[in-house]
C-alpha cells in the first residue's frame, strides 16, 4: 500500500489519538452564554502560558487577527506593519474591510521590522497626517520561512512606540519558544495582544486564541460575535486543544530536526 506524506504545510496535520478521545469526551455548554467549561479551561490556560490576563478561543487566526485590529484600532486607523506579514498580504483585505484601517508598510525582509525605521515613521506623523496608533508583528515570520525574532529587538521595539499598542501575530509562536529554549510568556512580554494557532505543529484539528489584558478581551468577544465566531458546544474542539498545549509543544523539536536534515 502506498503512504503519501503530504508536506505542503504544517496546516495539513492530523489529530492525535489523544486528541480524538478527548473530544469524545469533552464536558461542554454553550460558549454563547460563557458556559463551556472545556472552553474556558483552554482560554485561562493559554493566557497563564502566555503572561496575560484572559484569553478567547476562536476559529482561527485571521480571526484572532482581525480582532485585535477592531480592540486596538478606530476606523481610519493607521498600523505599522511589514510588508510580507500575514495580517497585511494573506488575510484577503480583512483589515480594510472589517476594521476599516490603513496599513504603513515598512520591509521586513528577515522577517523583523528596524526599529529606527518605525520609531522615524512615528516621529514624521503631523497633523495633516493620520497618527499611527498601533503597530504589528509576526514571529515566527512565514514569509521569510520560520525566521524568529530577536526577543532583544522586539521588546527595544515595544519601548519605542511608547503607549501604543503592540499585537503580535504568534500564529507559530510555540515553533520560536521550543527553538530559542523560551517561554512563551517571555516572547509574548513585549506585546500587548498575542494570538497563537493550534491547529499547524501542534495538531489539533481547528482553532486559535487572542490573549491580552482582560478589558480589551471582554471587548474581542464582542467583536468575535461580530464576526460570526461565537460557538455553541464547542468545548468539543477545546478538548483537543488542551491536549495540543500539554503533549504537542515539546514535540516542534523533532520537526524541527526533521526540517534540517
Known amino acids: 500500500m502506498t503512504r503519501h506524506v503530504d508536506l505542503r504545510?504544517?496546516?495539513?496535520?492530523?489529530?492525535?489519538?489523544?486528541?480524538?478521545?478527548?473530544?469524545a469526551h469533552a464536558v461542554v455548554g454553550d460558549d454563547g452564554f460563557g458556559e463551556d467549561p472545556t472552553v474556558r479551561e483552554l482560554e485561562e490556560k493559554f493566557a497563564r502560558m502566555m503572561g496575560k490576563e484572559a484569553a478567547i478561543f476562536v476559529p482561527s487566526g485571521v480571526m484572532a487577527n482581525q480582532i485585535a485590529l477592531r480592540v486596538l484600532t478606530r476606523p481610519g486607523d493607521v498600523?505599522?506593519?511589514?510588508?510580507?506579514?500575514?495580517?497585511?498580504?494573506f488575510e484577503l483585505g480583512a483589515s480594510a474591510r472589517n476594521s476599516s484601517v490603513q496599513f504603513a508598510l515598512l520591509e521586513d525582509t528577515g522577517g523583523e521590522l528596524d526599529v529606527d525605521e518605525?520609531?522615524?515613521?512615528?516621529?514624521?506623523?503631523?497633523?495633516?497626517?493620520?497618527?499611527?496608533?498601533?503597530?504589528?508583528?509576526?514571529?515566527?515570520?512565514?514569509?521569510?520561512?520560520?525566521?524568529?525574532?530577536?526577543l532583544g529587538r522586539l521588546t527595544e521595539l515595544a519601548r519605542a512606540i511608547g503607549e501604543r499598542p503592540l499585537h503580535l501575530d504568534g500564529a507559530r509562536l510555540f515553533n520560536a519558544a521550543v527553538a530559542t529554549r523560551r517561554s512563551m510568556s517571555e516572547l509574548a512580554a513585549p506585546a500587548t495582544t498575542v494570538m497563537s494557532c493550534l491547529s499547524k505543529g501542534l495538531c489539533a484539528p481547528v482553532g486559535s486564541l487572542l490573549a491580552g489584558p482582560a478589558t480589551l478581551m471582554a471587548a474581542g468577544r464582542v467583536e468575535r460575535k461580530r464576526l460570526g465566531g461565537a460557538m455553541r458546544q464547542v468545548g468539543v474542539l477545546a478538548a483537543a486543544g488542551l491536549v495540543a498545549l500539554d503533549t504537542m509543544v515539546e514535540r516542534l523539536a523533532e520537526d524541527h530536526r526533521r526540517a534540517r536534515a
Open 9 to 23: 504545510s504544517d496546516t495539513v496535520t492530523q489529530p492525535t489519538s489523544e486528541m480524538r478521545e478527548a473530544m
Open 79 to 89: 498600523v505599522v506593519a511589514g510588508r510580507h506579514q500575514h495580517v497585511v498580504g
Open 118 to 150: 518605525v520609531r522615524d515613521l512615528i516621529d514624521a506623523g503631523d497633523d495633516h497626517q493620520v497618527p499611527i496608533s498601533m503597530v504589528a508583528v509576526e514571529n515566527t515570520h512565514m514569509y521569510s520561512g520560520g525566521s524568529i525574532w530577536d
